[in-house]
């Protein structure tokens, strides 16, 4: 039985979820694992069946609505809503704006939580420990993968539906940096924009796809195969570190509305680089004071977090 501030909580959580979205590399699967509601998650959305539907038709809608644990994912998909609605802009504005800072923020929430999610696992082992380097290594890889050429196919869109979303409910990895990575990013944000409603429901319909039969097998490997599903996704989060790393030289530009008004240039492949070397290539300042102070605000929230969960639990 959950009160309502507990709901409030999870309405927070699910803001933190949506804010972390609509950031290029960060994941809003590995907020729900940092808050504490990642494994209800899943196990949540895996209850989407045509049992649970039966239920409805059979019984009505309350048992369905328990079934489903309605009260629990209205107040993160809220909380999520929420979020997109209320902060996109604000979150947006800080990463053309700031930056350095911004990256630095989610650096620091990041790396505090690895630690954190590696406790979860009961019993580190050879296999638990080959778990977290796999992890580690294939998110890495992952981070540092050139864009395909944008292919336009109905099947292929569909399919990268079904992997952006696999993406965004797992820690550490970003759905739209995976959308950028297979060459169908553009493809969804055109079609967004032009309102091309055939092309969006083919990617939702390869979204709600993924999203159901890939919560299901994470349930599957959370209830056979615990410590080593969440060693891989602590492994995950450090190998994520590659992509929101603070300083970038660009290397290549996607520029939208070329010579237009409302011209935009969105990063497509970039290099980590140094604070000194950012001064040096940019020419602007690397901020560090400003980078080691954001990144230890985000580090001191995950404890703090940490701390009120520990003593509520």
């Excluded at 009505?60 to 209205?74: E, R, S, T, V």
Aim: proline share 4%; glycine share 10%.
């Amino acid at each position: 039985m959950r009160s309502v501030k507990d709901y409030s909580l999870l309405v927070l959580k699910g803001m933190g979820m949506g804010a972390a979205d609509v950031v290029p590399g960060v994941s809003g699967g590995t907020i729900a694992f940092i808050s504490g509601i990642y494994e209800e998650l899943i196990d949540t959305i895996s209850r989407v069946n045509f049992k649970t539907i039966g239920i409805l038709f059979k019984q009505g809608i309350k048992p369905f609505w328990k079934a489903m644990n309605g009260n629990f994912l209205l107040a993160v998909l809220g909380g999520i809503a929420i979020s997109i609605l209320s902060l996109s802009k604000l979150i947006s504005y800080l990463l053309e704006n700031e930056p350095i800072g911004t990256w630095s923020f989610f650096f620091g929430l990041i790396l505090a939580s690895i630690p954190l999610v590696a406790k979860k696992v009961k019993n580190w082992s050879g296999s638990r420990y080959f778990a977290f380097a796999a992890g580690a290594i294939i998110a890495w890889l992952l981070t540092d993968l050139p864009p395909v050429t944008e292919p336009g196919a109905t099947w292929y869109l569909f399919i990268s539906g079904m992997i952006a979303i696999c993406a965004m409910i797992l820690p550490g990895i970003s759905g739209s940096f995976i959308l950028i990575l297979l060459g169908s990013y553009f493809t969804v944000l055109t079609a967004l924009n032009d309102r091309d409603i055939t092309t969006i429901l083919v990617f939702i319909a390869g979204a709600v796809t993924g999203l159901l039969v890939f919560s299901k097998f994470l349930k599957f490997m959370f209830s056979r195969f615990h410590d080593i599903t969440v060693a891989t996704l602590a492994g995950f989060l450090l190998g994520s570190l590659n992509k929101i790393w603070p300083w970038k030289n660009v290397l290549e530009w996607f520029v939208k509305h070329p010579g237009e008004a409302n011209e935009q240039k969105i990063a497509l492949v970039e290099e980590n680089i140094l604070p000194g070397t950012y001064t040096s290539l940019t020419g602007e300042p690397s901020q560090l004071t400003v980078a080691i102070i954001m990144a230890v605000v985000g580090i001191a929230i995950i404890f703090i977090l940490e701390k009120v969960a520990t003593k509520k639990a």
